[in-house]
Each structure stands twice: as structure tokens, then as C-alpha cells.
Nanobody, 123 residues
Framework: QVQLAESGGGMVQPGGSLRLSCTAS????????IGWFRQGPGKEREFLAA????????FYGDSAEGRFTISRDNAKSTVYLQMSGLKPEDTAVYSC????????????????WGQGTQVTAAS
């Protein structure tokens, strides 16, 4: 089994940027497709982005398209989410997980969730 830990969250002014990291320990990281989700106050979990095990394929949700970029470094057992142009509505807890199945946007097809990292975009 693999354990995931997110880092890189914090407070940023609107329009700013952050890079989140999802670092794995345990089982071989490169076996897994990885996805990023977020959950804001009073909202459902929202799909942001996913990346295939080798990094050749990426997928984005509507909220992330054009502003966020997912990448991975298997040598460092880490997946990154580079976020730019942050808005107050991006405020949420951001989490990563390993993907199984077919639908990258379905949180029910993910396992091994990390504890999450808080991102707050406010002036």
C-alpha cells in the first residue's frame, strides 16, 4: 500500500500562485495514476486534475483547465499541482489520491487519500 502526503498549501493573495506537492511512501509510486481534488467549505469534493503513471497523459476538471498544471517526478515519488491566478473561490482543502478504474473525475474511484493541505486565497 502507498501513503500520500500533501504539502505546499498556505495563504495567497488573489492572482497569486502556489505549487502543491503530493509525496508518496510505501509501495512503488510509479505504479499509480494520481489525482488532485479539493473540497471547499460546504461544498462537495471537486476533481481538479489527474496524471497517468508515466506522466504522459493528463486530465483536467473545468475549474483547473488553463490555470492549474499537474506534473510528476517518479524519481522523487512526487506529483505536483502548479496553481496560478488564484481566486477567493479556490479556497479549499486540496487532497491527492491514487486512481483505479476508468473515470478520473469520480472520487469513488480513488484510494489512499492524503490528509490534505489548506489553500486560502484572500486579500
Amino acid at each position: 500500500q502507498v501513503q500520500l502526503a500533501e504539502s505546499g498549501g498556505g495563504m495567497v493573495q488573489p492572482g497569486g500562485s502556489l505549487r502543491l506537492s503530493c509525496t508518496a511512501s510505501g509501495r512503488t509510486f510509479s505504479d499509480y495514476d494520481i489525482g488532485w481534488f479539493r473540497q471547499g467549505p460546504g461544498k462537495e469534493r471537486e476533481f481538479l486534475a489527474a496524471i497517468s503513471w508515466g506522466g504522459r497523459s493528463t486530465f483536467y476538471g473545468d475549474s483547473a483547465e488553463g490555470r492549474f498544471t499537474i506534473s510528476r517526478d517518479n524519481a522523487k515519488s512526487t506529483v505536483y499541482l502548479q496553481m496560478s491566478g488564484l481566486k477567493p473561490e479556490d479556497t479549499a482543502v486540496y487532497s491527492c489520491a491514487t486512481h483505479r478504474g476508468i473515470d478520473y473525475g469520480d472520487p469513488e474511484q480513488y484510494d489512499n487519500w492524503g490528509q490534505g493541505t489548506q489553500v486560502t486565497a484572500a486579500s
